[in-house]
């Protein structure tokens, strides 16, 4: 027998030993459990053989503990009241669990997390573990159980629900301003463009909705995030096209202004994505339906 299997015996063989030893008796055991006189000596025994030791000396009047059955029932006592105690959390708290919760950083910090709040309110027994992806991981080896996702609804083995579309804008400082209009006026090639890794082809695009030939690399500086590419165009360092509903803070106060309307709606959106073998994971489902109602609440 594998060393592993003999230092795990079956949960039947247990509490029949831990009843035995309570009860001091066979028969009172076999009366707790629901079981027959048969079948509790057998599962002794079976525990006492995967052991290789004697927890009970037997004779005509019942059986007690040997020394070495007394410390162990001490033991297998306490370990069977934990898994007693852990599974009637589980059985009166189904929700009391936990949620490895995948983020974009700054939909994370700008729009989740001041209303995450919310969530936390209905739902106490979940503990939500967040951790920060900016593109295509393993949920598996990771162990994550959801993440939002910005792109197209096309992840492999993965259910994605629609969370929002995203409508970007051109922004900049007050004091560039005036200066970028001129700019967008006579000649948008001299506008310093700040743009965004994950959307490179993004002012290629918003030009050409607009009717300008404008070749998509120009510009000045790339950035990873969406708050740094919103800090640098405070800073007044070029104009920036940034979604309306993550800069909301900047341009009700005045740090950024919007040099056009005239906004840039893409085909890709914010999706909330959970591998198929987590979709009916009850915190993720608490998660889905929050977030639904949250974003259906604060339509116009």
């Given at each position: 027998?594998?060393?592993?299997?003999?230092?795990?015996?079956?949960?039947?063989?247990?509490?029949?030993?831990?009843?035995?030893?309570?009860?001091?008796?066979?028969?009172?055991?076999?009366?707790?459990?629901?079981?027959?006189?048969?079948?509790?000596?057998?599962?002794?025994?079976?525990?006492?053989?995967?052991?290789?030791?004697?927890?009970?000396?037997?004779?005509?009047?019942?059986?007690?503990?040997?020394?070495?059955?007394?410390?162990?029932?001490?033991?297998?006592?306490?370990?069977?009241?934990?898994?007693?105690?852990?599974?009637?959390?589980?059985?009166?708290?189904?929700?009391?669990?936990?949620?490895?919760?995948?983020?974009?950083?700054?939909?994370?910090?700008?729009?989740?997390?001041?209303?995450?709040?919310?969530?936390?309110q209905?739902?106490?027994?979940?503990?939500?573990?967040?951790?920060?992806?900016?593109?295509?991981?393993?949920?598996?080896?990771?162990?994550i159980?959801?993440?939002?996702?910005?792109?197209?609804p096309?992840?492999?083995?993965?259910?994605?629900?629609?969370?929002?579309?995203?409508?970007a804008?051109?922004?900049?400082?007050?004091?560039?301003?005036?200066?970028?209009?001129?700019?967008?006026?006579?000649?948008?090639?001299?506008?310093p463009?700040?743009?965004?890794?994950?959307?490179?082809?993004?002012?290629?695009?918003?030009?050409?909705?607009?009717?300008?030939?404008?070749?998509?690399?120009?510009?000045?500086?790339?950035?990873?995030?969406?708050?740094?590419?919103?800090?640098?165009a405070?800073?007044?360092?070029?104009?920036?096209?940034?979604?309306?509903?993550?800069?909301?803070?900047?341009?009700?106060?005045?740090?950024?202004?919007?040099?056009?309307?005239?906004?840039?709606?893409?085909?890709?959106?914010?999706?909330?994505?959970?591998?198929?073998?987590?979709?009916?994971?009850?915190?993720?489902?608490?998660?889905?339906?929050?977030?639904?109602e949250?974003?259906?609440?604060?339509?116009?």
């Amino acid at each position: 027998m594998q060393i592993e299997k003999r230092l795990l015996p079956s949960i039947s063989m247990l509490a029949a030993f831990d009843a035995t030893a309570r009860k001091g008796s066979v028969s009172a055991a076999a009366r707790e459990l629901n079981l027959t006189h048969g079948a509790i000596s057998r599962q002794v025994a079976a525990l006492e053989f995967q052991l290789g030791a004697s927890l009970f000396v037997r004779s005509a009047r019942g059986v007690s503990l040997t020394e070495v059955g007394a410390a162990y029932a001490v033991d297998i006592q306490a370990t069977l009241s934990a898994l007693r105690r852990a599974s009637l959390r589980v059985i009166t708290s189904p929700l009391s669990c936990t949620m490895n919760f995948a983020i974009l950083p700054t939909f994370g910090t700008r729009w989740l997390m001041p209303r995450f709040p919310g969530f936390l309110q209905q739902h106490p027994d979940i503990t939500v573990n967040f951790v920060t992806r900016l593109s295509r991981f393993e949920f598996g080896p990771e162990g994550i159980d959801t993440a939002i996702h910005y792109g197209l609804p096309n992840w492999p083995g993965a259910e994605c629900t629609f969370l929002m579309g995203e409508k970007a804008i051109p922004v900049c400082s007050p004091e560039l301003l005036p200066r970028a209009k001129n700019m967008l006026n006579n000649d948008p090639r001299d506008l310093p463009l700040l743009h965004l890794e994950s959307r490179p082809d993004a002012w290629k695009d918003w030009f050409g909705k607009q009717g300008f030939d404008v070749p998509g690399n120009i510009g000045t500086m790339v950035f990873e995030q969406f708050s740094i590419a919103a800090h640098a165009a405070v800073a007044g360092l070029g104009v920036a096209l940034l979604p309306r509903f993550l800069i909301r803070g900047e341009l009700d106060r005045g740090e950024l202004v919007i040099l056009s309307g005239q906004a840039m709606t893409s085909e890709m959106a914010y999706y909330l994505v959970t591998p198929d073998a987590k979709r009916d994971y009850a915190p993720v489902v608490a998660l889905r339906d929050w977030l639904l109602e949250t974003i259906e609440s604060e339509k116009p």
